[in-house]
């Protein structure tokens, strides 16, 4: 397998200083955001990597709208094997689900291309349901504006872009994907999933990835869809798709979003630079002229939080020397001792009161709902429940609470365990979830008091990051309530609440 990722160096031979390299990562972690994994590389040589523990570089991460880029790469392929254009007509391609669906297209929607959906300029007024019927929702939504004349975020237009890929292919998506691209450029099997919706289809924002398989992705568009004299997606497509399509200079918020959007990705504020993006700072930044990649995994604060990492990171790269810089020993064993140590800060811990046995049992739940799994965002339910796995059933009507003395034990439905330090350490773990092979854990216990325990739990396949406060409210009675921080500043978090009683 070829991989783009070549190597390791120091930031001196990438022509940055080390110490200039310490000061940003610092700067990101004094930042309101929490920085998951990060990886930055010049020309395919990685000059800094790290993962705040228990996160690591094995650990798919939710990427949210960063997997468009994905689905927008499998139409870069497409295009380049001849079985989709750009300028191919939206009402052609789907023309068979608009005479099932009843639709009778009016001159805008028959003046829709796929570069429309590319470019988020399809011309709606407003984004159609992103539910089961994705693709019903699209094909019969009014078409108000002239397709390409203004910009609109149009999530279900790039699962449109995807079900085009499957029908011109006759692939799944996925198995596409991976066959045409991943197989040529280093993202091995186990560093990317790809979840179905409840219909069978494969669509953003479906897609959990390493922080290496998304700065991989990123290399390959530096390379210009070339890898090792092979050509995967034309230059032209490349060029296209990485330039101004749209503006977006109406847009409210941060600063990053009104330079222009290109194919399924953002123009950058700094000059050159632009990046495949996903909520809460999940980012692959690129600089052709540069030749640098930095690739980010993080539970960010939306919207100015998650600006301050694109500040941080853009003037990281804008400030990198065309030339190797002299190697500094000592700047750099500082930057590697950092990188290396990063970790979550230990959680509080609490003294046991003499009773905590009380809270040992099997409860039923009699009312309200325990929703643990991981939520996203900004939406006002549960937005992953479209991804559940059939099979496991979300809705928890048993829990048991075990006690052992290094952790407290957390049984939900028989069948999903979760051990929750008392230490404070963040210990990883692996559960049954909602959403396999996205199973990864970690959680910390404490006793507020004689009849408050409270569970901090972390989806580490996420920024998802669930807090159980548990209430004894009588000898066989509990009350639950589960937060959820949706990162967004001035939003409160999700909150679901349950009642339960003890069967034995």
């Given at each position: 397998?070829?991989?783009?990722?070549?190597?390791?160096?120091?930031?001196?031979?990438?022509?940055?200083?080390?110490?200039?390299?310490?000061?940003?990562?610092?700067?990101?972690?004094?930042?309101?955001?929490?920085?998951?994994?990060?990886?930055?590389?010049?020309?395919?040589?990685?000059?800094?990597?790290?993962?705040?523990?228990?996160?690591?570089?094995?650990?798919?991460?939710?990427?949210?709208?960063?997997?468009?880029?994905?689905?927008?790469?499998?139409?870069?392929?497409?295009?380049?094997?001849?079985?989709?254009?750009?300028?191919?007509?939206?009402?052609?391609?789907?023309?068979?689900?608009?005479?099932?669906?009843?639709?009778?297209?009016?001159?805008?929607?028959?003046?829709?291309?796929?570069?429309?959906?590319?470019?988020?300029?399809?011309?709606?007024?407003?984004?159609?349901?992103?539910?089961?019927?994705?693709?019903?929702?699209?094909?019969?939504?009014?078409?108000?504006?002239?397709?390409?004349?203004?910009?609109?975020?149009?999530?279900?237009?790039?699962?449109?872009?995807?079900?085009?890929?499957?029908?011109?292919?006759?692939?799944?998506?996925?198995a596409?994907?991976?066959?045409?691209?991943?197989?040529?450029?280093?993202?091995?099997?186990?560093?990317?999933?790809?979840?179905?919706?409840?219909?069978?289809?494969?669509?953003?924002?479906?897609?959990?990835?390493?922080?290496?398989?998304?700065?991989?992705?990123?290399?390959?568009?530096?390379?210009?869809?070339?890898?090792?004299?092979?050509?995967?997606?034309?230059?032209?497509?490349?060029?296209?798709?990485?330039?101004?399509?749209?503006?977006?200079?109406?847009?409210?918020?941060?600063?990053?979003?009104?330079?222009?959007?290109?194919?399924?990705?953002?123009?950058?504020?700094?000059?050159?630079?632009?990046?495949?993006?996903?909520?809460?700072?999940?980012?692959?930044?690129?600089?052709?002229?540069r030749?640098?990649?930095?690739?980010?995994?993080?539970?960010?604060?939306?919207?100015y939080?998650?600006?301050?990492?694109?500040?941080l990171?853009?003037?990281?790269?804008?400030?990198?020397?065309?030339?190797?810089?002299?190697?500094?020993?000592?700047?750099?064993?500082?930057?590697?001792?950092?990188?290396?140590?990063?970790?979550?800060?230990?959680?509080?811990?609490?003294?046991?009161?003499?009773?905590?046995?009380?809270?040992?049992?099997?409860?039923?739940?009699?009312?309200?709902?325990?929703?643990?799994?991981?939520?996203?965002?900004?939406?006002?339910?549960?937005?992953?429940?479209?991804?559940?796995?059939?099979?496991?059933?979300?809705?928890?009507?048993?829990?048991?609470?075990?006690?052992?003395?290094r952790?407290?034990?957390?049984t939900l439905?028989?069948?999903?365990?979760?051990?929750?330090?008392?230490?404070?350490?963040?210990?990883?773990?692996?559960?049954?979830?909602?959403?396999?092979?996205?199973?990864?854990y970690?959680?910390?216990?404490?006793?507020?008091?004689?009849?408050?325990?409270?569970i901090?739990?972390?989806?580490?396949?996420?920024?998802?990051?669930?807090?159980?406060?548990?209430?004894?409210?009588?000898e066989?009675?509990?009350?639950?309530?589960?937060?959820?921080?949706?990162?967004?500043?001035?939003?409160?978090?999700?909150t679901?609440?349950?009642?339960?009683?003890?069967?034995?």
């Amino acid at each position: 397998m070829v991989d783009l990722i070549k190597g390791l160096t120091s930031p001196e031979a990438a022509g940055l200083k080390s110490q200039d390299v310490l000061d940003y990562v610092q700067a990101l972690d004094a930042s309101e955001n929490e920085i998951h994994g990060l990886v930055a590389a010049r020309a395919g040589q990685v000059f800094a990597e790290s993962y705040l523990s228990p996160y690591s570089a094995d650990l798919p991460h939710t990427c949210h709208s960063l997997g468009k880029s994905y689905t927008c790469t499998a139409m870069g392929i497409a295009c380049a094997e001849g079985l989709l254009s750009p300028e191919d007509w939206v009402t052609d391609v789907f023309a068979e689900e608009m005479a099932r669906f009843g639709v009778k297209p009016d001159a805008n929607m028959r003046a829709m291309k796929l570069r429309h959906l590319m470019s988020m300029s399809c011309g709606m007024e407003r984004m159609p349901a992103l539910n089961e019927h994705w693709m019903e929702n699209f094909l019969k939504s009014p078409v108000q504006y002239q397709p390409g004349t203004r910009f609109l975020y149009n999530s279900v237009g790039s699962c449109m872009l995807g079900a085009a890929v499957e029908k011109a292919s006759g692939c799944d998506l996925d198995a596409y994907i991976r066959e045409k691209l991943f197989s040529k450029i280093g993202i091995a099997a186990d560093s990317f999933v790809w979840r179905r919706f409840g219909n069978g289809r494969r669509a953003e924002p479906g897609i959990s990835a390493t922080t290496r398989a998304n700065l991989r992705l990123g290399l390959f568009y530096l390379a210009q869809g070339m890898v090792e004299g092979e050509r995967i997606v034309q230059r032209e497509w490349m060029k296209e798709a990485t330039q101004k399509q749209i503006d977006t200079d109406r847009l409210p918020g941060e600063a990053d979003v009104s330079n222009g959007y290109g194919w399924q990705l953002w123009m950058c504020r700094e000059p050159g630079m632009v990046r495949f993006d996903g909520g809460q700072g999940q980012f692959c930044i690129m600089d052709a002229k540069r030749d640098i990649a930095v690739a980010i995994h993080e539970g960010g604060i939306h919207p100015y939080g998650v600006q301050k990492v694109l500040d941080l990171t853009e003037a990281l790269i804008a400030g990198a020397s065309e030339t190797a810089l002299p190697e500094n020993p000592q700047a750099f064993a500082a930057l590697t001792a950092y990188l290396s140590q990063r970790s979550l800060p230990l959680a509080e811990v609490k003294p046991l009161p003499e009773n905590a046995s009380q809270f040992c049992g099997s409860y039923a739940i009699t009312g309200g709902v325990l929703n643990p799994w991981i939520e996203v965002a900004p939406v006002d339910a549960d937005f992953y429940h479209l991804f559940y796995e059939p099979s496991v059933r979300p809705e928890i009507i048993v829990m048991d609470i075990a006690l052992t003395p290094r952790d407290v034990v957390l049984t939900l439905n028989q069948d999903t365990v979760l051990h929750a330090r008392l230490d404070g350490q963040w210990e990883r773990g692996s559960a049954k979830t909602v959403l396999p092979p996205l199973d990864a854990y970690a959680a910390t216990a404490r006793f507020e008091d004689d009849h408050t325990l409270k569970i901090s739990l972390r989806w580490l396949n996420s920024w998802c990051c669930p807090e159980l406060t548990i209430r004894l409210t009588g000898e066989s009675d509990l009350d639950i309530r589960i937060e959820k921080d949706m990162l967004h500043q001035g939003c409160a978090p999700f909150t679901r609440e349950a009642t339960a009683r003890k069967i034995r």
